[in-house]
């Protein structure tokens, strides 16, 4: 059974290449662009891992993580950010939400697709 | 010319040399000629646009008139010398420098002025950053098309084959983003670009309205002669594009036409030439509260209060909600100012008026002095907390006594060392 990625993202042509690109690497990606339903929309999701952008209409991924991680069996969910803001505090702010792994756009394919697989490889093994 | 000679000598002194009538350059500057004849006898205090006008018309610095030639260059030297980790031990011996290496020294006080200049402008550069929401926006857009163009260029080029159909979705896609990277980066330009339109210029609605403040000077004759009305004003500004900014250059100037009425300005004149600029002393002499002859003075034409004036007032946040600038005095256009400020003292303590000499630290040593109140504005009512404003009026030091206090600018760009007030690092050290 393939692997599910739940991506949050407000950009549409962002969305279009990661879907691609994980559909391409084996996984089943479900998108979704707004942020006030996000944390349902995970949680009836149940992912192995989730891409989310900082800056999404309705709520901040700060607060979709910080939510997140106050439901049940959602606390060790693996959460890659991805965000266009890349300065020391949001990063640092990032990772007091909750955040597992946190990177800068505009990214590399091949940085995204490695995250995925190590934060889900690592997920496994806990 | 002497050393010791004021400014209105100098002016006088200046205008004879050029064989200028006293009335051709008052024409020149927009003012009487008795007036002018007040000035130059030194019973009227200069500064301000005035000074500029008539170094402009007499072709000269303002520093020239104000200081003098040979003033102006050791006071740029003792600054220089002075706002190092550690002063310089031949402080005491500028003079002597000065007159031994006039070259040098003239290089020396050139270099510390341009550095003065750019500090400046990196202080304004990175409030912008910080604080702007709209550039903020732009650069999020921009880099956020720029992700979304790396991510499909990179399935573009990859070696492995794609299907017709994701390619032609994908060709679709870079089109769309590039001709989104193409108008963020024109929308981005043209909102950096301050120079041409007031469209080019539109930020936040507070700096449209501070825009219209400055372009009149702070003071609106019509206003007091009721022949415009706070509406008619707003309606005609070409600076106040957005109507949050007009609703708020409204509340302005409403708040103006109210202490207007309470202290009409041929009685504040007459005030003034009576008691001088001190607030405290005019509020006595008309039995009003203080803080309307405060936001009076603040908002007063310099010739006719004899001396430039800064204005800030602001809320029980701190937050501004007028910016009248002075001198070198500087002003946070965005985010917070520095604490020590007498306005944020008086806020901790209504009702009780501060004056203070201080001192902007990294702005040439110039002394202020400053008058700040805070009252309670808006109804009373039980039950109801108070909603707090305070003022702040800052006058250039003239021959004050009084040791300064130290005070910033933000914290951003202030390097006073060992602050308690301090809220983050400077970005003006270690090697800028």
Request: aromatic share 4%; net charge negative; with cysteine.
């Given at each position: 059974m393939s692997r599910h990625v739940v991506l949050i993202e407000d950009e549409p042509n962002i969305t279009e290449a990661i879907r691609f690109l994980l559909l391409r690497d084996g996984w089943t990606v479900e998108a979704h662009a707004d942020g006030a339903s996000a944390v349902e929309f995970i949680e009836a999701a149940k992912p192995d891992i989730v891409i989310l952008d900082l800056m999404l209409p309705g709520k901040s991924g700060l607060d979709v993580v910080r939510e997140l991680r106050e439901r049940d069996g959602a606390q060790d969910l693996p959460v890659l950010m991805l965000t266009a803001r890349g300065q020391i505090k949001d990063r640092e702010m990032a990772e007091k939400a909750g955040v597992t792994r946190f990177m800068t756009k505009p990214f590399a394919n091949a940085e995204v697709l490695t995250a995925v697989r190590d934060l889900c490889a690592q997920a496994e093994q806990r | 010319m002497a050393r010791h000679m004021l400014t209105g000598s100098r002016i006088r002194e200046r205008r004879l040399v050029l064989g200028l009538r006293q009335a051709d350059l008052a024409r020149q500057v927009g003012i009487s000629a008795s007036y002018l004849n007040l000035i130059e006898h030194n019973r009227r205090r200069i500064g301000g646009k005035l000074l500029v006008a008539i170094a402009q018309a007499l072709g000269v610095e303002p520093s020239m008139l104000t200081e003098g030639a040979e003033e102006t260059l050791l006071s740029a030297l003792r600054e220089a010398g002075s706002e190092g980790s550690a002063p310089v031990a031949e402080l005491d011996r500028t003079e002597e420098f000065a007159s031994r290496f006039p070259?040098?020294?003239?290089?020396?006080?050139?270099?510390?002025?341009?550095?003065?200049?750019?500090?400046?402008?990196?202080?304004?550069?990175?409030?912008?950053?910080?604080?702007?929401?709209?550039?903020?926006?732009?650069?999020?857009?921009?880099?956020?098309?720029?992700?979304?163009?790396?991510?499909?260029?990179?399935?573009?080029?990859?070696?492995?084959?794609?299907?017709?159909?994701?390619?032609?979705?994908?060709?679709?896609?870079?089109?769309?983003?590039?001709?989104?990277?193409?108008?963020?980066?024109?929308?981005?330009?043209?909102?950096?670009?301050?120079?041409?339109?007031?469209?080019?210029?539109?930020?936040?609605?507070?700096?449209?309205?501070?825009?219209?403040?400055?372009?009149?000077?702070?003071?609106?004759?019509?206003?007091?002669?009721?022949?415009?009305?706070?509406?008619?004003?707003?309606?005609?500004?070409?600076?106040?594009?957005?109507?949050?900014?007009?609703?708020?250059?409204?509340?302005?100037?409403?708040?103006?036409?109210?202490?207007?009425?309470?202290?009409?300005?041929?009685?504040?004149?007459?005030?003034?030439?009576?008691?001088?600029?001190?607030?405290?002393?005019?509020?006595?002499?008309?039995?009003?509260p203080l803080e309307h002859v405060m936001l009076r003075l603040g908002m007063m034409a310099e010739e006719d209060l004899g001396t430039e004036v800064g204005c800030v007032v602001c809320d029980a946040s701190g937050a501004a909600l007028l910016r009248r600038p002075i001198g070198n005095f500087s002003i946070p256009q965005y985010g917070a100012a520095c604490p020590l400020w007498p306005l944020y003292q008086a806020l901790s303590r209504p009702h009780i008026p501060l004056r203070r000499v201080i001192e902007q630290q990294g702005r040439g040593g110039q002394k202020f002095v400053c008058y700040a109140y805070a009252w309670h504005a808006g109804p009373a009512g039980f039950g109801t907390d108070p909603l707090v404003q305070a003022v702040m009026l800052i006058f250039p030091s003239v021959d004050e006594k009084e040791e300064p206090v130290s005070v910033g600018a933000s914290c951003r760009v202030c390097t006073r060392e060992g602050c308690d007030a301090r809220r983050e690092p400077t970005i003006l050290r270690d090697g800028f």
């Open positions: - | 070259g040098w020294a003239e290089v020396l006080a050139t270099s510390h002025r341009r550095i003065g200049v750019l500090e400046r402008t990196v202080e304004v550069l990175s409030d912008r950053l910080t604080h702007d929401p709209q550039l903020a926006a732009s650069l999020h857009e921009m880099l956020s098309t720029a992700a979304a163009i790396r991510s499909t260029a990179d399935i573009l080029a990859s070696d492995d084959p794609l299907e017709p159909e994701w390619l032609d979705r994908f060709h679709q896609n870079l089109n769309q983003d590039a001709q989104r990277l193409a108008d963020s980066s024109r929308t981005l330009v043209s909102f950096l670009d301050e120079e041409n339109t007031i469209a080019d210029k539109q930020g936040m609605p507070q700096d449209e309205v501070d825009r219209f403040l400055a372009d009149h000077s702070y003071h609106f004759p019509a206003l007091e002669a009721e022949s415009e009305t706070p509406a008619s004003l707003v309606a005609h500004a070409p600076q106040l594009q957005s109507q949050v900014a007009k609703d708020i250059a409204q509340r302005v100037l409403e708040g103006y036409g109210h202490n207007m009425r309470r202290l009409p300005l041929r009685l504040l004149m007459s005030g003034i030439a009576e008691c001088g600029t001190e607030p405290g002393a005019l509020a006595q002499k008309f039995n009003v």
